[in-house]
């Protein structure tokens, strides 16, 4: 089977001129903080349609509970955060984008706390947490574990009431329209009126990540990586696909989401309990319960293999009461649903699939390959992470860059003035599969085979299985033209499972989240460099 016939082009079939057009200076996909910052900037150049494919708020960013990294505490330093970073990032982070990143990040965060933002204060004082990785308190919390919904909320209220911004809910972005190597669009569905095609001068990616592949996540269900996959089928340059970000600490309860518990739980004294109630960190890092996320992911598995149990548990139960109540509302307040009480009972913990540190190729200002397509927030790659993303780091990534790409935009459009070219696409497509297919079972069988052959510990022996097994999906249901929005995610779910797998199967070292067992050191000298994808093709730079 070729590239051309397990990846189409396009997901459905189209004529653009006989689709209904909807016209906007500048299009942008995703509400989350990367998209909403971007509008607001945007908008001093012009009209705005932001689509989102479920409700406005329905993002990773509403569900950030720990906090945003931000330089604002009086006796922190830039330098501290960018050799912070640059140490977690081990060897593959940009310096020059760390070091932008951290010093427009203070300028930013300051910028939203003036439009509203409402960070946690003692005594008037914005207070900083610290978390691991972090040599110094730096992060700033808001509603004690709510840090992404104050954020997202103040960015929604300012979209509301601006004159030049639209929202569509409930409009999924299906494919980007590319012409000679500039984008002028996207083909989108909604429900009232079908297909339709957005035409805008300038297009922003900004769709977030992949936390659905996995069988355990702690993404909402929106983030299954539309936007890696229709960048990957308009021939857009993808980066570091392999390196997935594990949490150590979800809400283990059967039946339940895996709901996130903050890495700032242990950093105000949470500890790490096996089965049978000893502690295990101390016996692994030095930094114990604060090591980096993918060692205490690492160590938290050998735990549960060791004991051969389902998870192991976090306990708060020595941390005053009403510290738990102030500091943790929303995770006290889950864990009560469940019949937990954490102050008296332990939490049971294990971990998941957390953020994607790969994604689009993009430049210090946000343009990907592409004449008029930009990528901002978790859906890019910027070179701020590396191998590994030091916490807290993703909201101020997305803030910036969000800033960054609409500002860009903004100032680009100014030059820009006229209509848009007539746009002529004929996309068309065979149905190569004719019987019954059940999306539902292949969404959950291709969930846990990324869970297990392509998770926290990976070997060559399994990333090939799985990359097989992948591919034979692909040949009937990425070959399938399916009219709603399971379809389109299952193909794309798959499109980006099989880039992760291959990516994981090619990097034959261990370095930051990429854990492999045959390969277990880090090799500076072969692999000190980025996977790109592009066109099908992998390039080692
Ligand atoms: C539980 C949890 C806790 C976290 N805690 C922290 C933290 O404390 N600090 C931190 O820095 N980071 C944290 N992160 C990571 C951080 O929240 C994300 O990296 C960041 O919010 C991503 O922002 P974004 O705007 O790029 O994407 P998102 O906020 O995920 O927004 C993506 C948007 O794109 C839309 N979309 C996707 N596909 C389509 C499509 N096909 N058509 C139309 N719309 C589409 C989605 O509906 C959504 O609106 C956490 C993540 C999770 C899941």
Known sequence: ???????????????????????????????????????????????????????????????????????????????????????????LCDDAIVNGVVREGSKRVKELIDWGAKFDRE??????????????????????????????????????????????????????LVSNNTCNGIIAWRSREGKILIRAKQIILASGGCGQVYRETTNPEVATGDGIAMAYRAGVKLQDLEFVQFHPTTLYMAGAGRVLISETVRGEGGILKNKYGERFMPKYHPKAELAPRDIVSRCILLEIHKTGYTHVYL????????????????????????????????????????????????????????????????????????????????LL??????????SEVSKTLEGMKGSLLPCSIKASSKNLWHGELDLEDVRNSL???????????????????????????????????????LGWEVQNMLTVSKLISISAYKRCESRGVHYRLDFPDTDNKCWKKHIVIHNGKYDFK
Not at 124 to 135: I, N, P, Q, W
């Open 1 to 91: 089977m070729t590239r051309e016939n397990i990846f189409r082009r396009y997901l459905v079939s189209f004529d653009s001129t006989t689709l209904q057009h909807i016209f906007t200076d500048t299009l942008i996909v995703g509400s989350g903080v990367a998209g909403l910052s971007a509008a607001i900037q945007a908008a001093k150049g012009g009209s705005v349609l932001i689509v989102t494919k479920a409700r406005i708020n329905e993002s990773c960013t509403e569900y950030a509970q720990g906090g945003i990294a931000a330089g604002l505490c009086p006796d922190d330093s830039f330098e501290e955060h960018i050799n912070d970073t640059l140490r977690t990032g081990q060897g």
């Open 447 to 485: 969930k846990s085979l990324v869970w297990r052959n392509v998770g926290i510990e990976r070997d060559g022996k399994h990333l090939k299985e799985a990359i097989e097994d992948i591919n034979l999906w692909c040949k009937y249901i990425i070959g399938n033209e399916f009219s709603a929005t």
């Open 315 to 394: 306990d708060v139960r020595h941390i005053p009461e009403e510290k738990l109540s102030t500091r943790f509302p929303r995770i006290k307040k889950l864990c009560a649903s469940f019949g937990i009480d954490i102050s008296k009972q332990l939490i049971p913990v294990h971990p998941s699939a957390h953020y994607m540190i790969g994604g689009i190729k993009v430049d210090q200002i946000g343009r990907t390959d592409v004449k008029n397509l930009y990528a901002c927030g978790e859906v890019s790659c910027t070179g701020l992470h590396g191998a590994n993303r030091l916490g807290s780091n993703s």
């Open 397 to 406: 990534e997305g803030l910036v860059y969000g800033y960054r790409v609409g």
């Open 123 to 176: 005594n008037g004082e914005l207070v900083f947490a610290k978390e691991g990785g972090h040599s110094h308190p730096r992060i700033l919390r808001a509603r004690g574990d709510s840090t992404g919904k104050e954020i997202e909320d103040t960015f929604v209220g300012m979209v509301a009431k601006h004159p030049r911004i639209r929202v569509f809910e409930h409009t999924f972005a299906i494919d980007l």
